[in-house]
């Protein structure tokens, strides 16, 4: 049974950094392409960031050069480190496995078969 975990969400100002960890567990956690989806109240879900399990990575225009996802194959672990978060940034943050062995990363939620259950990040102005 596949399990994804989420953990690092919380309440920060503006400017500030999160740090979100999600632990992969019940698959072969280096051939899969990992994913941060956002939801914002109202909105629909997402991308924020995505990696390849062989390392290539998509960024959302709205995150690029303030986001970086990596990922640590012996922890069967992904993080995506948020810095210079902005109110607009407020959402619930999931994290999704997909698209083994694909050689760049998903994009999309068609691209990914497992979600975790979301932890939410709250940047106030």
């Known amino acids: 049974q596949v399990q994804l975990v989420e953990s690092g969400g919380g309440l920060v100002q503006a400017g500030g950094s999160l740090r979100l960890s999600c632990a992969a567990s019940?698959?072969?956690?280096?051939?899969?392409?990992m994913g941060w989806f956002r939801q914002a109240p109202g909105k629909e879900r997402e991308i924020a960031a995505a990696?390849?399990?062989?390392?290539?990575?998509y960024y959302a225009d709205s995150v690029k050069g303030r986001f970086t996802i990596s990922r640590d194959n012996a922890k069967n672990t992904v993080i995506l480190q948020m810095n210079s978060l902005k109110p607009e940034d407020t959402a619930v943050y999931y994290c999704?496995?997909?698209?083994?062995?694909?050689?760049?990363?998903?994009?999309?939620?068609?691209?990914?078969?497992?979600w975790g259950q979301g932890t939410q990040v709250t940047v106030s102005s």
């Open positions: 990696i390849s399990w062989n390392d290539n990575t």
């Open positions: 999704a496995a997909g698209s083994p062995y694909r050689g760049h990363a998903a994009v999309d939620r068609s691209g990914f078969d497992y």
């Open positions: 019940g698959l072969t956690f280096s051939t899969y392409g």
